[in-house]
């Protein structure tokens, strides 16, 4: 079993609709917990960032971070065809004073105009 | 401030030869992880250096190797290339405190053939 598992979509909407992504895990030792956009042929943009359970706002993104379920969800409201792109979850452990980080598969998302 | 740089940032190359990749971080950045990312296994951790030592390491064969220098600018090798090897690497960058995370560079695209 994976540590992160992440459904890889394909997911397509409608733009300016609400899309839900998610992530589950399963190591209760992970403490920070990151949403990455990578669009093709580019490297992983970080677009949240997290350590607490709870949500987190910033413009039309907001992450959502649910430990005692061990579960992390990004929510993009007004989608819109510039938001395609595969969205990666990321969380973070420390090991030996290093900070690791383990990612999900990606769920690649099309927003059609 | 100037993002994480890789260079080149596309190779091709045929079984058996060696190569290796370069990564300059941000500016004051001194811990340098890398990262292989394949369509079939996502994005897996190579190792991550920190101060010219490597700190970290994921679960790859002893034919992926790295290192870092004094200006924290960091080189991957892979030798005696198999055709599995075809990939994203990719290069991401932090400061040394644990509760920051990582900046990626736009990756070197790797072609065995």
């Known amino acids: 079993q994976k540590e992160v598992e992440q459904d890889p979509g394909p997911l397509s909407v409608p733009e300016g609709a609400i899309v839900s992504l998610n992530c589950t895990y399963s190591?209760?030792?992970?403490?920070?917990f990151m949403w990455y956009r990578q669009y093709s042929r580019k490297g992983p943009e970080l677009l949240m960032y997290t350590y607490s359970s709870g949500n987190k706002e910033d413009g039309r993104f907001t992450a959502q971070v649910d430990k005692s379920s061990k579960y992390i969800s990004l929510f993009i409201r007004d989608s819109q065809p510039s938001d395609s792109a595969t969205y990666l979850c990321a969380m973070s452990v420390t090991v030996q004073g290093a900070q690791k980080l383990v990612f999900g598969q990606g769920t690649r998302l099309t927003i059609n105009p | 401030k100037a993002g994480v740089t890789q260079t080149p940032r596309y190779l091709i190359k045929t079984r058996g030869q060696q190569v290796t990749l370069s990564c300059s971080p941000i500016?004051?950045?001194?811990?340098v992880s890398w990262y292989q990312q394949t369509p079939g296994q996502g994005l897996q951790f190579l190792f991550e250096y920190f101060s010219e030592t490597q700190r970290n390491k994921g679960n790859f064969p002893g034919r992926f190797s790295g290192r870092q220098f004094s200006n924290s600018r960091s080189e991957m090798n892979v030798s005696t290339l198999e055709l599995g090897d075809s990939a994203l690497y990719l290069c991401?960058?932090?400061?040394?405190?644990?509760?920051?995370?990582?900046?990626f560079g736009p990756g070197t695209r790797l072609l065995v053939l």
């Open positions: 500016s004051g950045h001194r811990s």
């Open positions: 991401a960058s932090k400061t040394e405190r644990l509760s920051d995370t990582q900046y």
């Open positions: 190591n209760s030792a992970f403490q920070y």
